[in-house]
């Protein structure tokens, strides 16, 4: 079956880098495109960044455009979010979710992981 | 960027209602529009894909319609596993934006 595995969450001060990871198993990982996906506490979800099947593309919300890097290792069957410049803005569950070409869907999310940035 | 409008945010009904839920998008996204269930503490669910399309394993209570710019989530019958946030989203063009999301919640 489909899973999607993140990791990498924790609790760290402004300014500082995180790098999150989503483990996936059950598909052919390097056929997909794959997104992640963040919700900050008690509010709605918010679009954070896209990544082509092969890499060979990516794409980020204006939020986080400039800060964080989405790749992805199809050897390793792994999506990465790297997080630099962190903000209090930034703290939220980040989920990592597959994307169901062509209609775009999201069918398949992770449990997520909290990123919490605070001094 | 395509801002993507829910109403209500929030709704009151009971078991065995009909609930509509409606999302429109800032520009033509044809049909490119997908609806998420979400429960306290839990990861999105896909419900409905490509506008009208019921993803796997989802119950037949779960309708969606539309195209353009409007579009309406309907649970024909109201069910106590049903109380949850729903969400919509655009896969037109990125950013994929999400409207902020409607609320049910039991009367």
């Known amino acids: 079956q489909v899973q999607l595995v993140e990791s990498g969450g924790g609790v760290l001060q402004p300014g500082r880098t995180l790098r999150l990871s989503c483990a996936a198993s059950?598909?052919?990982?390097?056929?997909?495109?794959m997104h992640w996906v963040r919700q900050a506490p008690g509010k709605g979800l918010e679009w954070v960044a896209a990544?082509?099947?092969?890499?060979?593309?990516?794409y980020y919300a204006d939020s986080v455009k400039g800060r964080f890097t989405i790749s992805r290792d199809n050897s390793k069957n792994t999506l990465y979010l790297q997080m630099n410049s962190l903000r209090a803005e930034d703290t939220a569950v980040y989920y990592c979710?597959?994307?169901?070409?062509?209609?775009?869907?999201?069918?398949?999310w992770g449990q997520g992981t909290l990123v919490t940035v605070s001094s | 960027d395509i801002q993507m409008t829910q109403s209500p945010s929030s709704l009151s009904a009971s078991v065995g209602d009909r609930v509509t839920i409606t999302c429109r998008a800032s520009?033509?996204?044809?049909?490119?529009l997908n609806w998420y269930q979400q429960k306290p503490g839990k990861a999105p669910k896909l419900l409905i894909y490509?506008?009208?399309s019921l993803q796997s394993g989802v119950p037949s209570t779960f309708s969606g319609s539309g195209s353009g710019t409007d579009f309406t989530l309907t649970i024909s019958s109201l069910q106590p596993e049903d109380f949850a946030s729903y969400y919509c989203?655009?896969?037109?063009?990125?950013?994929?934006?999400f409207g902020q999301g409607t609320k049910v919640e039991i009367k």
């Open positions: 979710a597959r994307d169901s070409h062509p209609s775009g869907g999201m069918d398949y």
């Open positions: 059950g598909f052919t990982f390097s056929s997909y495109g």
């Open positions: 990544i082509w099947y092969d890499g060979s593309n990516e």
């Open positions: 520009q033509s996204i044809s049909r490119y």
């Open positions: 490509a506008a009208s």
């Open positions: 989203q655009q896969s037109y063009s990125t950013p994929r934006t």
